[in-house]
Every structure is written in C-alpha cells, then in structure tokens.
C-alpha cells in the first residue's frame, strides 16, 4: 500500500531537524532555505506548522509542466522532478495551489518533496511525531478515534464536562 | 572542517566591513564560540579598557556544530568585556540566529570601535553592510524586530538586538534575538548600545556542507538524540516542565533564595512552579502554558510559550501582549518571583515579556528589585526614589512597574539599571548585594548547596549557574550524587565542571544536553565534524585551557583572588529553614584547595607551569 507524510502541527516544537535532514539527503548540505519541507512559526500563536507535498494524485505541478519533467513514482507514488529535463519555466511553481513547488535559483530547476525514495528523512528526524510516515489510507484514522473517544459516554466525560461542552451547552439553552 | 573558516571584521568607527580567514591555530586549540572567541578578545583588546568604550571590542561567535543535524546545534555567544562585572563576558543564545550567521557563511563577527551614529549589520550571505539605524533607534527589541522584517521584506530574516534598556545605559542589557531568546547576562547588550550598534540582522541560505565524515557524523548525532530521548531529565523532565521542573526540587532543598536570600525557602514557590504553568488559570480557564518550543536543531524543547490572561491587571488594554511570547525559565521564574516574594505567576510572565521586549536580563533585574525591596524595608530608599512605588517584598505592582521603567530608562529605574552592586553601593549598604564580582546570583543558594558557593565564588564571569553547575550532582545525582551540605570533594567536582562546561559552550551544542550527555558523547560527534582529533580528553584540556585562559584576562583586568568571595549574608547568616537550616557556605574550606587542584598559587595566579602544560605561556 502507499504510504504518505502524515503532518501533525501540535507536536511541532520548531526544531528544524525535518529541514536539516530534507536538505542533507537532497543537497549535501544542512541548510533549512534547501528544503523540501518547511516549518512555520505562528509567534502569537504559540505555534508551529510543518508543511511540504501532499503528492497530489491529479498534480497540478504535473499536468502544467510543458516538458513532462514531472513524473510519478510507481512504487512511492511521489511526484518526481527529472532535473536533466526540467528547463526552470516556473510554471509548476504558479499551478501548484499549495505552493510545495519551488525553484531553486543555484540549480536553474525546480525542487519539490520526492519522499526520498519511499524513505523520507524528513519523518526519521523528527523528535516528536509531528511527522511520519504511514498508510496513505490511514493518515486521519488517529483523528478519527479522538473524535470517536469524544463521543463515548465514559465516566470521566459524565464527571467533568469539558470547558468547551459546558460553553456548547449554554450556547443551546 | 565543519568551520566556516570565515571570520567578518566590522570597523564601527569608520563603517567598513571585511572578512578574513579564522585562526585554524587557534581553533585546534580553543575549538569555537565561548573558547575561540575568548581567545580572540584577548588577543585583540586590553583587559584594562572601558568595556563601554571604543576600544573594547564584541564578538558574536558560532561553534563549528551550530548549523548541524547535532542535537542543540544552534548556539552561537556573545563576548566582550563586561561593564557589570569589569570581566570577561561570555553570553549564550538559542533560538535561530546562530544557526543563520553559519548558514550565511560565518564563523563569527568581530565588531570594534564605535559607531558615530546609530547602525544597524545587515548580512545576506557574503554580502555585509552597516545600515543606518534611525528608523529602529529608541525602539524596543520586538518593535525593531518587527520592522526591520518589513524593510527588507523578507519573513525569513534573523534579528539579534538590543531593546530600549540597553540604549538607557542598563548595566544588564542582553542582546535578544528570534523576539524571546537572549544572550542575557553580564551586560553585553549594554556594550553592543555603548557602540551604537542596534542590530544584526542575518540571512543565509549557504548551508553548512564541509563535514570531515559525514555518515559517521549522521550515525553520532543520532546516537547523541537517542542518549537525549531516554535520559529522564532531557527526554522527560525538560519537555514537559521546561528548566521550570527544578522549582519545587530546589525549594525542597531548602536552596531556594528568597527575599534577597534573607531566606532559603519560599512559601509560594509551588503557585510560580513548572506544575503551575500546566494548571488552568482560575480566571480565563487555560493554563499559563500553551506549548514548547525548541531552539534550532534542539530535540529536547525546554523552551516555553506562554500567555497571560487578558484581563490580568498588567495587560488590561495593552493587545501587544495577549499573545504568546517566551514563558518563565526556572531562573526567570525564580529571580522575578522567590527573591522579590512575588507569587502572581502571569505578573511574573509579564515581567519576564518586558525583559525580553526591551533586553534585560531578568535574573539581575530580579535580584536589583530584590535589593531595592529589602533597602526598602530598612527605609533606606522611600517613596520619594522610588517614584511613588510601594516597593515592599510580594509586590507584584512594584515587580512590574519596576520593569517597564528599566525597559525605558526612567524614573527609579535608571537606579534598577544599575544592577544590584551599584545599587546598594549608592545607597551605603554595599553589604546587602549578592552579586559576585558584581554579577547577580542565580536561583541557587550556597548555604544549601556548598559546591555552588565555591563554582559562583570562581566563576569567571560573576555570580552564574552555568560555569559549573554542581547543582547536577549535589541535587540531582548527575553523573552521580554527592552531599550537598558537604565541602567534601567539591573543589575538584567543581574544577570538573568548570573545564567540562567551557567545552559545551565553545562547540555549538547546548550546555543542557550535559543533563545527558558528558564529553564522551560529544566527542564523536566533533570529531566525525571538525577536522583533527576530538577526543573527550582532548575537550577537557581544552575546556581547562579556556577557563585559565579568562581567568588572565581578569587578573589583568585588575581582579583578584579577593573578588574570588561571597557576600557576608550568605558566610556569616546560617540559612533560616530548610535542610541546610543554620548552616552557612564553607567558602573558606574549598577555596585554598581549589586553587591548588586547578594549579595557581595561593594568589590564585595560574602557575608558570599550570600556564606551560595548557600551552598559554
């Protein structure tokens, strides 16, 4: 079954190790403005996002690139760059809706996440989970059983309702 | 190589910028950062020279594992003679600048002389210029953040600066970057105002490439996490608690300063602890915590992201601060609470916003407010200095105003500025400042835990938790457990601290990984990076080589083995409570023996042998 990078934004500390490793096993080098994946800090929020490729099925990046420099991974089903064709049109980088496309101005080609062959470093240097990588068909099943959890009449819930369901219920009535 | 091997040299005085090759001599002896860079200050400056002075110079320094996969690898230090202390100063920051500096190619920047007007460093890759600071002169560190981001257009910008406090002349400004970290202590931001220097501000995106064996140094760097994510202090305590796990423990201890270390115990300490921040505040519901957050490369994540509540007295109608923004360190938590007998945990959190908004070291604010509160209590300041201010002990309206008139200079706050020491010098009870060599004390006391008094006693840069923090032993059985009410062994425990902690600063790498880690498990990693051999040993001597290497910079300065004391209080007044309850710091048992262990004489002056074997001849 394919697998794909699940992103979880509430582990995320900013570390930086998911861009170091991106960067290294793509370019050799340990340099966070190289990498495919990128971490986002929300300061008033208190918060952080990873983000990088979904690996669209019907790619965007893909169907506009004029060359067909873009092509898809049987085994991993990542969209793959092939830099010997890439001419560094840009045009990828405008019909990606998410922005995961990037030109890289050293090479004169585009860089995106290739799910390092079915191996993303990415997910083996993150230190709390906030990136992994797992059954394509899975990624919301943990989601799914804590909303599951939430509506399962356990003696806790009767106890002590949260905050949130109390302010609900006020709404209600 | 893991070294840049670039070193950028900015003249302020006649604003040129140029860069030069690192001293690779030097680096095999003195490895990076707090070690490198101590080692160029000697050379470059006299230790005689006014620190706020042209001729005192400041060096922002990485090590060569800032920038890497290395757990923790994003420190870099500022170094320069300090005004508080009249010592050397090294002063170390997380967040993200370090790691930028690297990636934009540099191993440090030296900056001399001073500027005739106010300037700002701006750095994309190779290219270096000095900008005019008008537009962010006079503003604090998170308005000067905020605008030089939308001058150069560019989110990915990292900001290293100076706040108001510094400008005022705060003789313990910090230099802030990445909005809430700081090089804090000694007054290094009070040297790079001095110089009119408000600002780096770095971008880079070269990366850091020149690892000697790169597959070794990917399978220690992993080794080194898997240490750090098992240990119960770095895989457990730090993330959940931040540095804030150790509240409740040290006031157990019966170690906790309180009310300008008239007592050992607080009796708030739980309500402004670690457990605290995780609680749901009675008022709005959430608790002060709202994440963690890690510095660059850190895989532990001790650092804090908090809240105060919107409708806490401090921040009613004041929207810059109802977001989230750095929470409470222990030694914050402690300095701003416990030694002022403040217990209001969000008027604490506020503080400690005002300290990072305008770059004050909250550890010696704290203890100058808790020196002013007891000169307060003995009438000898009144409402007539302290602008109308009530400033009793347990104020947290007297904590908080005080903070805002440091940020800006003002009133008694210009009295705050000056630092504990100068404080209590001013108004004639020089006896009721517990600094050493000037610098405030951090949240230890030495009655409690002897070793600390001997590390604080010989630290070279004043009073300071992280020269040699015995506290791991003595309290927490790290590497393993000793008496802390014993003198017993201490100078060579401290000694092996003192040399083991100089080489974690001038690597890169975060002292508080040592929680885990000992220079075995950092010697791998360095020498799988940096070109020569890296072995534990190796960083030993050169840890012991830095520490000696300070300590001539102070003796030429003018110290002495006389400012190598603590304050009366805590030799003379036995501690009020706890397990240390009637006991004082044996000072006088550790320091003789000290000396000899470290090999000076009974002047506590390297010997020409001592200097010989460390190759400072």
Redesign the interface.
Known sequence: MLQALKLEPEKCTGCLQCEMACSYENEGVFNPAKSRIKVFAFHDEGRFAPYTCTQCDQAWCMHACPVEAIVVNAATGAKEVLESVCVGCKVCTIACPFGTVNYSHDSGKVIKCDLCGGDPWCAKACPTGAITYVASDDTGLERMRAWAQQGLPSAASFAAPTEKAVQTYNRAS | MAWANKVLRVNLSDGTVTDEPLNMDWARQYLGQRGLASKYLVEEIDPKCDPLGPENKLIMTTGPLT???A?TGGRYSVVCKSPLTGAIACSNSGG?IG?ELK?AGWDMVIFEGKSPRPVYLYIENDHAELLDAAAIWGKSAWETDKILHRTHQDP?LRIACVGRSAEAGCFYAGVIND?HRAAGRSGVGTVMAAKNLKALACR??????NIKD?LRF?QATEEG?RVL?ENAVTGQGLPQYGTQVLMNVINEAGAMPTRNMRETQFEGAHSISGEAMHEPRKSD?RPNL??????????I?C?R???VDKEHYTIQNKPQYW???GGLEYEAAWALGSDTGVDDLDALTYANFVCNEDGFDPISFGATVAAAMELYDLGLITQAQTDGIEFKFGSAEALTQAAELVAKGEGFGKDLGLGSKRLCEKYGRPELSMTVKGQEFPAYDPRGIQGMGLAYATANRGACHLRGYTVASEILGIPEKTDPLSTEGKPELVKAFQDATAAFDSSGLCLFTSFAWTLDDVAPQLDAACEGEWSAEKLLEVGERVWNLERQFNLTAGLTSKDDTLPKRLLEEGANVGPAQGKVNELGKMLPHYYEVRGWDSDGVPTSETRQRLGLA
């Open positions: 920038g890497t996969m757990s993200y790691a990636n990915q909005l880079g995106t070269r990366g850091v490439g790169p990917l996490k994510r519901g709202t994440a963690n957050a890690a510095c660059f490369a850190c895989t994540a650092g992201i908090s809240t977001g989230n923004s």
